[in-house]
C-alpha cells in the first residue's frame, strides 16, 4: 500500500534559517505529491504541489522537488519567519485511485 | 464565501450519545472526506465519497457513518459517543481529476 514518512518533530528553528523537512514516500502507480500547512487552529491548506517527476512546487518561499529516484518530497525554506509556524503535512494522492496519504505532520516552531 | 464549512465548530458531549456534524462545499466539487485528526496531530482518513463510491477506511468503527444528502454536503453521524472519538474532525473536498483537496476550519468533538 502507499505510506508516506515525515521527519518527526518538533522542530525549531530562529528567524531567518533554512528549514528542511524531510518527506519521504512508497505508492504503487504514479501519485501527485503535496505539502500542506495547518496554522494554530486552522484547518489544512494547500501549500505546495507537483504532479510528476522533478516538477518543483512553490509558493510563499518554500519549495519541493518530486524525485522518483529517491522517492523524496523534501520541503525547503531559505529563511523562515515567526509567522511560518505551523504544523506541515506532506501528502501523496494516486490518482488512479483517487486515495490520498498523509504524513503524521512536523510541527514548526519558528523563534524571533 | 466560505469554501468548505462545518458545524459546529465545537461539540461537546457525553458518552453514549449519538450526534452529527455537518459540511457542505460551494466549490462544485465531486469527491468529499471525513478525517479525523487526534491530539499529537495525527491525520487519519476515515471515508471519502462522491456520487459513486463509498470509500471506507477499515479500521472506523461502524458508529461512524457518512450521509450525504446531495453533492455538496457530506455529513458524518456517530453512534453511541466514546471517549476516544475525542479529536478534531476535519471534512475535505476536491475535484476528481485534480485531487488538491480543500479543508474546513474543523469540529473539535469532546465527549465527556
Known amino acids: 500500500g502507499n505510506s508516506v514518512t515525515q521527519m518527526e518533530g518538533p522542530v525549531t528553528l530562529s528567524e531567518e534559517a533554512f528549514l528542511t523537512i524531510n518527506c519521504t514516500y512508497t505508492a504503487t502507480g504514479y501519485p501527485s505529491l503535496f505539502w500542506y500547512v495547518q496554522y494554530p487552529g486552522e484547518g489544512l491548506q494547500l501549500l505546495l504541489k507537483a504532479t510528476k517527476a522533478d516538477d518543483k512546487g512553490s509558493n510563499k518561499g518554500f519549495e519541493a522537488t518530486y524525485r522518483k529516484e529517491t522517492t523524496s518530497f523534501h520541503l525547503e525554506k531559505g529563511s523562515v519567519q515567526v509567522s511560518d509556524s505551523a504544523v506541515y503535512f506532506c501528502a501523496l494522492i494516486n490518482t488512479n485511485a483517487g486515495k490520498s496519504t498523509f504524513g503524521d505532520g512536523t510541527t514548526l516552531t519558528v523563534k524571533p | 464565501d466560505t469554501a468548505v464549512s462545518q458545524t459546529p465548530k465545537y461539540l461537546v458531549t457525553q458518552m453514549g450519545n449519538d450526534k452529527s456534524i455537518k459540511c457542505e462545499q460551494n466549490?462544485?466539487?465531486?469527491?468529499m472526506y471525513w478525517y479525523k485528526q487526534d491530539s499529537k496531530k495525527f491525520l487519519k482518513i476515515m471515508f471519502s465519497y462522491n456520487n459513486k463510491e463509498l470509500i471506507i477506511n477499515e479500521t472506523v468503527p461502524n458508529r461512524f457513518s457518512p450521509k450525504s444528502p446531495d453533492k455538496a454536503h457530506l455529513n458524518l453521524h456517530i453512534n453511541s459517543l466514546e471517549l476516544g472519538d475525542s479529536a478534531v474532525y476535519f471534512c475535505a473536498s476536491s475535484h476528481l481529476d485534480s485531487h488538491e483537496q480543500f479543508f474546513g476550519p474543523g469540529t473539535r468533538l469532546t465527549v465527556l
Open positions: 466549490l462544485g466539487h465531486d469527491t
